[in-house]
């Protein structure tokens, strides 16, 4: 079990030092070069104040049982346990982070890479790849349905510019896809779905729940099941069984919604009743101004793993309650 260490790193408030040198103030977002440490060194000692202030404190108790009994040392702020020995809160989340990113399945990590560039891009978040018998990628796609314009697909800024449209065109008709896999960030909607099944997809697997479907009451499932729909057609299995995945997913798809349209968009205040976890995270994210989307999807989550994995707890802990 991981420290329950939720160092979201932007959303400490700034906390400067003293001059260091004419012209110069040293503080734990800008150290200066005579003092490195402290960046590291503050962001483990105000993350213990941020689980106070954090949205998704009402879940904490849900998983904190599970948690070794800790001390801080006033000296450093570096946690430490009786029963375990346990990493400096500033670095265990970021190198679980990694640890679980190269453990999930490619297509999986390819898809999430996707749907974050349609979040960067301004477009709605969603990210699609097909593979082969073998599991090797042949073809991706990502949404362009509400992409600016000035993208080179034929399809972008129609209502046909999903994801899994876009892997798809992208097929040559002389392919059998009956062995192939189409893998999505989000439930394929029902129009993609039809697709997979004209084409002749063979399965279909997706890591989330689609946030819009959450929000209309339309989402199939909210834990891993497999179903062939109206007995016809590929074998759609989902959600992921690690609900890390699931919660950032949706975190990357509600931003593409939230960003342009703010955090009481219908979407989102549904979502904030009906997956509570994961909107607490995605309300903090459009809260804090300072916000600046990374270069890549793996550069965005792992500030944000240790939050991300207490929610995930959480929400896996709900749902097997239902």
Same mark, same amino acid.
């Given at each position: 079990?991981?420290p329950?260490?939720l160092?979201?790193?932007?959303?400490?408030?700034v906390?400067s030092?003293p001059?260091c040198?004419?012209?110069l103030?040293c503080?734990?977002?800008?150290p200066?070069?005579?003092?490195p440490e402290?960046?590291r060194?503050?962001?483990s000692r105000?993350?213990?104040?941020r689980?106070?202030e954090?949205p998704?404190?009402?879940?904490?108790?849900l998983i904190?049982?599970?948690?070794?009994?800790t001390?801080v040392?006033p000296?450093?702020?570096?946690?430490?346990?009786?029963?375990?020995?346990i990493?400096?809160?500033?670095?265990?989340?970021e190198?679980a982070?990694?640890?679980?990113?190269e453990?999930?399945?490619?297509?999986?990590r390819r898809?999430?890479?996707?749907a974050y560039?349609?979040l960067?891009?301004?477009g709605?978040a969603c990210?699609a790849?097909?593979?082969?018998?073998?599991?090797?990628i042949?073809a991706d796609?990502?949404?362009?349905?509400?992409?600016?314009?000035g993208?080179?697909?034929?399809?972008?800024?129609?209502p046909?510019?999903?994801?899994?449209?876009?892997?798809l065109?992208?097929?040559?008709?002389?392919r059998?896809l009956?062995?192939?896999?189409?893998?999505s960030?989000?439930?394929?909607?029902?129009?993609?779905t039809a697709a997979a099944?004209?084409t002749g997809?063979g399965s279909?697997r997706y890591?989330?729940p689609d946030?819009w479907?959450i929000a209309?009451?339309?989402s199939?499932s909210t834990? $891993?099941v497999e @179903?062939?729909?109206?007995?016809?057609? &590929?074998r !759609?299995?989902?959600? %992921? #069984?690690d609900?890390?995945w699931i919660?950032s997913a949706n975190?990357?798809f509600?931003? $593409?919604?939230? @960003?342009?349209?703010?955090?009481d968009? &219908?979407? !989102?205040?549904r979502? %904030? #009743?009906l997956e509570p976890?994961?909107?607490a995270?995605?309300?903090?994210l459009l809260?804090?101004?300072s916000?600046r989307l990374?270069?890549?999807?793996?550069?965005f989550?792992?500030?944000?793993?240790?939050?991300?994995v207490?929610?995930?707890?959480?929400?896996a802990?709900?749902?097997?309650s239902?």
């Amino acid at each position: 079990m991981l420290p329950i260490a939720l160092d979201h790193f932007w959303s400490f408030p700034v906390h400067s030092r003293p001059h260091c040198g004419p012209g110069l103030v040293c503080s734990r977002l800008n150290p200066c070069r005579s003092h490195p440490e402290r960046g590291r060194r503050e962001k483990s000692r105000f993350a213990t104040n941020r689980a106070a202030e954090s949205p998704l404190r009402e879940f904490i108790p849900l998983i904190a049982k599970d948690r070794p009994r800790t001390r801080v040392r006033p000296r450093d702020g570096i946690r430490s346990a009786s029963s375990a020995s346990i990493p400096s809160v500033a670095t265990a989340p970021e190198q679980a982070f990694d640890a679980a990113w190269e453990r999930v399945e490619l297509p999986i990590r390819r898809s999430l890479q996707l749907a974050y560039a349609s979040l960067t891009a301004g477009g709605l978040a969603c990210g699609a790849v097909l593979t082969d018998q073998s599991g090797t990628i042949v073809a991706d796609g990502r949404n362009r349905a509400y992409d600016p314009p000035g993208g080179d697909d034929v399809l972008q800024g129609t209502p046909l510019a999903h994801a899994e449209t876009n892997v798809l065109a992208r097929v040559s008709t002389d392919r059998d896809l009956a062995m192939c896999t189409l893998w999505s960030t989000q439930e394929p909607c029902s129009m993609c779905t039809a697709a997979a099944a004209f084409t002749g997809i063979g399965s279909i697997r997706y890591v989330a729940p689609d946030p819009w479907a959450i929000a209309a009451d339309q989402s199939r499932s909210t834990r $891993s099941v497999e @179903r062939v729909e109206a007995g016809v057609g &590929p074998r !759609i299995i989902g959600p %992921a #069984e690690d609900d890390r995945w699931i919660v950032s997913a949706n975190v990357i798809f509600m931003l $593409s919604i939230g @960003r342009p349209r703010g955090p009481d968009h &219908p979407t !989102i205040a549904r979502n %904030a #009743e009906l997956e509570p976890e994961t909107t607490a995270i995605v309300r903090d994210l459009l809260a804090d101004r300072s916000v600046r989307l990374s270069a890549s999807v793996e550069a965005f989550l792992r500030p944000s793993w240790a939050l991300i994995v207490v929610a995930a707890a959480s929400r896996a802990a709900r749902v097997a309650s239902r």
